[in-house]
């Protein structure tokens, strides 16, 4: 869908690329500051304190680890595109190449006049 976008050179590969990535480290990141969190807790950390000042002096200190941990994993990450020889966009070949034939027109065709129907009626 952004292929469009290339022919102002923009970096859709990449961009896509990066997406996906942060997308795949939101669920680790929930659960790493999960666990620093429960961890701050055993030691007596704020978190229950009363005033807003206070609770975000008491997130402040898990800011830290979080951080540490995200970019170890973004370097674990870095270092096995690299070993595979991850190059981006440039030298990858489709498995298959997908071309459109008459039974996938008339697929199509058919969903289109049933969704107008649906929407007419």
Not at 15 to 34: K, T
Not at 66 to 82: C, G, H, P, Y
Not at 96 to 104: A, G, H
Request: with cysteine; aromatic share 14%.
């Amino acid at each position: 869908m952004l292929k469009p976008l290339k022919k102002w050179r923009f970096p859709v590969h990449e961009a896509v690329m990066m997406f996906s990535i942060a997308l795949r480290f939101l669920p680790i990141l929930v659960e790493e500051f999960d666990k620093i969190r429960k961890a701050q807790l055993a030691r007596g950390g704020g978190f229950h304190r009363k005033g807003l000042t206070s609770r975000f002096g008491g997130v402040l200190p898990m800011l830290m680890p979080l951080f540490v941990m995200s970019i170890l994993r973004a370097k674990d990450l870095a270092v096995a595109m690299e070993s595979r020889c991850y190059q981006g966009e440039e030298g990858r070949t489709p498995i298959r190449i997908y071309q459109f034939k008459l039974s996938d027109y008339a697929v199509f065709s058919f969903a289109v006049c049933n969704l107008l129907f649906i929407f007419i009626g």
